[in-house]
């Protein structure tokens, strides 16, 4: 299994980005995104289920949306409304339906600035 995650970038405060994040195989009853500002602990941002069930951070919810597709292995994290403590390394996430084992991609970069 390997994630692969895409998306990140540079944007202004009060821009838009889309992350994105596809599988390469798998069967996953959780996908999502977390985050890593520097010198500081990695976080959870938004995570859907199987079962349609999400979570949101505190600190997105509102302006950030999770989506995606189990079927086709995909999230979509469509994150509006940017803040400058928005930016962070992005890490896509899964967990395995059988194993529950735990996948991580290999990180995108979203820096918020003006």
């Known amino acids: 299994v390997q994630l692969q995650a895409s998306g990140g970038g540079l944007v202004q405060p009060g821009g838009s980005l889309r992350l994105d994040c596809a599988s390469s195989?798998?069967?996953?009853?959780?996908m999502g995104w977390y985050r890593q500002a520097p010198g500081k602990q990695r976080e959870m941002v938004a995570r859907?289920?199987?079962?349609?069930?999400?979570d949101y951070a505190d600190s997105v919810k509102g302006r950030f949306s999770i989506s995606g597709d189990f079927g086709k292995k995909t999230v979509i994290l469509q994150m509006d409304r940017l803040n400058i403590e928005d930016t962070a390394v992005y890490y896509c996430?899964?967990?395995?339906?059988?194993?529950?084992?735990?996948?991580w991609g290999q990180g995108t970069e979203v820096t918020v600035s003006s």
């Open positions: 859907r289920y199987s079962d349609g069930s999400v």
């Open positions: 996430n899964a967990i395995a339906v059988v194993s529950s084992r735990e996948y």
């Open positions: 195989s798998g069967l996953f009853s959780m």
